[in-house]
């Protein structure tokens, strides 16, 4: 018996130390916030495969010179082929164009699967994408990276000019989708593309400034107008709309006809109750005084040709379709002041985030934003979320607070970490996540740590995102962690999952029902299954396997175009499998069998 626990004792430490030593994968990497991308691929035709090329879209003027596209084979991993590339990208339109990198007959491998990367001036993989399946770099720019696959292939039997290539409208990689076997365009912008980064072609105006209320008889109201956009406008195709919101209505109580005034690009407009007591004034209308009605709430609207081209909601929200994202908020409380696009002119379709209230009026020329842009508000991280599919505050600038759940920062990782609300801020409402996604990578944070983040509310690919980041605070550290909310399966719809994004979750006493494939298996608990991330640590699930437990963080990712959900464990010992030893079970251990004593 004692050689018998002798030998035991020393497999256990040896297994003990080999996962301790295990190099987790870098995640699968897109790239999809990349501006200079893999755009277009042919690989494989009827016949002897010929004009195989791969086309690289990015800005116009981009200089390649010292960029690299290296194509890797699949089986084993290894890389086969290595172009430089030199030369400017030209303009195709929209700023932006494309590079053509041609190869001999035969010269890209036919998949199932192969890849290629992406390689900037730096030796940085830009990109690294595959085709027919996913598979791992060995050696090269890529090594140790989870290629992404394009989820489109060519079969073989295509003809010979066909292509993969990009469709959508945008600038960046993520703007676009991936489209099946087509006539090539190589050298061209593929079909059904187009790169939109220059301004819109047609006038663009935007309310600016509204000074509603004055302090007792309302004497000096007035609505400022600015062209926004690159070209001049003739007002004359415009009217502005003055809107009663009463109980969440939309009554309109005025309309006024613009007169037939050029505004130049950069120009401001004023429409005013009486041109003597309102600088600037462009427009006298009538009455002379209570010309503006004081909200709770109300609005005034733009129209171009009949069309609704803007429109600001103040102190809450007019009813449809007067409000963009919400007036909650936003008010003139009949003190000296106006409320005011901040910066001057900009304009994200969320009028309590475009819009101050500063106490310096400007009829006629720039918003007096104080040197500052839109204030960020603290708000709850459940606030962020809201209880629907998309957050209230897109675009809005804010600031919260919480702990660090799941820190993703490192290169090849999500460039991120979770935060989620500690247990004694939550809010109660089962239908709001109590935790969010922080794109941000710059600023080192650490599980349990307690920061204040201060950003930019956004919506990518499902997910709730806070970007665009100006401030991590990190304000204490080693916190105990919130509690890991049980997360009950079945779920009764898809979206529930929504209220649980972000945050820490558990799921108890699961088998598995799929290996791994593209970086993700599948667990079910007997009543309904869910996904888990096999991206940052190397474990291989045997199907039938059981696991007592899994704790990780929900997030969520894309594939052909649907959005899916799933867990990711941050380390091996979020895993709590079978293992039986004396009465005892091991956390975080990979062991494939039980064994007895």
């Known amino acids: 018996m004692k050689n018998r626990l002798m030998i035991l004792a020393s497999l256990l430490f040896m297994l003990l130390l080999a996962t301790q030593t295990a190099q987790p994968l870098q995640a699968a990497f897109a790239n999809p916030t990349s501006t200079i991308f893999i755009n277009e691929i042919h690989y494989d035709n009827t016949g002897t495969d010929a004009g195989e090329s791969v086309e690289v879209g990015g800005p116009a003027g981009t200089d390649l010179t010292g960029w690299s596209l290296v194509l890797y084979n699949g089986n084993g991993g290894a890389s086969y082929n290595t172009t430089n590339l030199s030369g400017s990208i030209p303009d195709l339109g929209g700023g932006f164009g494309v590079a053509v990198i041609n190869y001999p007959s035969n010269g890209i491998q036919n998949g199932s699967p192969d890849g290629l990367a992406l390689v900037d001036a730096g030796s940085n993989v830009v990109q690294f994408l595959s085709y027919e399946g996913t598979f791992i770099a060995v050696g090269g720019p890529a090594d140790g990276m989870l290629s992404t696959d394009i989820g489109v292939s060519e079969t073989g039997s295509g003809a010979v000019g066909n292509s993969l290539q990009l469709t959508g409208s945008g600038t960046t990689y993520g703007d676009f989708t991936w489209a099946g076997e087509q006539a090539n365009t190589f050298g061209s912008v593929n079909n059904g593309q187009t790169f939109s980064s220059g301004p819109a072609a047609d006038p663009v105006l935007v309310i600016n400034e509204i000074d509603y209320d004055q302090p007792s008889t309302d004497t000096a109201e007035f609505v400022e107008i600015k062209n926004v956009g690159t070209v001049s406008a003739n007002l004359n195709e415009f009217t502005l709309e003055l809107v ?36 600037n004034c462009d427009l006298d209308d009538s009455p002379d005084t209570n010309f503006i009605q004081n909200g709770a709430p109300d609005a005034v609207a733009l129209r171009f040709n009949g069309t609704l081209i803007d429109t600001v909601s103040y102190e809450g929200d007019t009813g449809v379709p007067y409000t963009e994202g919400s007036g909650a908020g936003l008010e003139d409380a009949g003190v000296d002041g106006s409320i005011s696009r901040c910066d001057d002119g900009v304009d994200t379709d969320q009028n309590n985030v475009d819009f101050v209230f500063t106490g310096t009026i400007t009829p006629g020329a720039e918003n007096s934003c104080g040197g500052g842009g839109p204030i960020a508000q603290e708000v709850k991280i459940h606030e962020v979320q809201g209880n629907g599919s998309a957050s209230p505050l897109v675009d809005a600038l804010v600031v919260i607070e919480g702990i660090v759940v799941g820190d993703f920062q490192e290169y090849g990782q999500l460039g991120g970490f979770h935060v989620q609300e500690e247990d004694t801020d939550v809010d109660g409402d089962p239908a709001t996540s109590e935790g969010v996604f922080v794109y941000n990578y710059s600023n080192g944070v650490s599980v349990g740590d307690v920061v204040q983040v201060t950003g930019q509310v956004a919506e990518y690919n499902g997910l709730t995102e806070i970007t665009n980041v100006t401030e991590v605070v990190v304000i204490s550290s080693e916190n105990t962690l919130p509690t890991a909310s049980t997360l009950s399966l079945p779920v009764t719809n898809f979206d529930d999952f929504e209220a649980y994004e972000g945050m820490l979750v558990k799921v108890n006493n699961v088998e598995v029902v799929s290996g791994v494939s593209q970086g993700n298996w599948i667990v079910d608990d007997s009543s309904g299954a869910v996904y888990i991330s096999n991206d940052f640590f190397t474990y291989n699930p045997t199907v039938g396997e059981s696991l007592l437990s899994i704790t990780g963080v929900v997030s969520s990712f894309k594939h052909n175009s649907d959005i899916n959900y799933k867990i990711i464990p941050r380390t091996i010992n979020d895993l709590e499998l079978f293992y039986i030893l004396s009465g005892f079970t091991i956390q975080g251990m990979i062991f494939k069998s039980s064994l007895y004593i």
């Open 244 to 279: 009663n919101g009463t109980g969440g209505g939309a009554a309109v109580y005025d309309t006024i006809a613009l007169p037939a005034v050029s505004l130049a690009s950069g120009d401001y407009f004023v429409v005013c109750a009486n041109a003597a007591t309102v600088a």
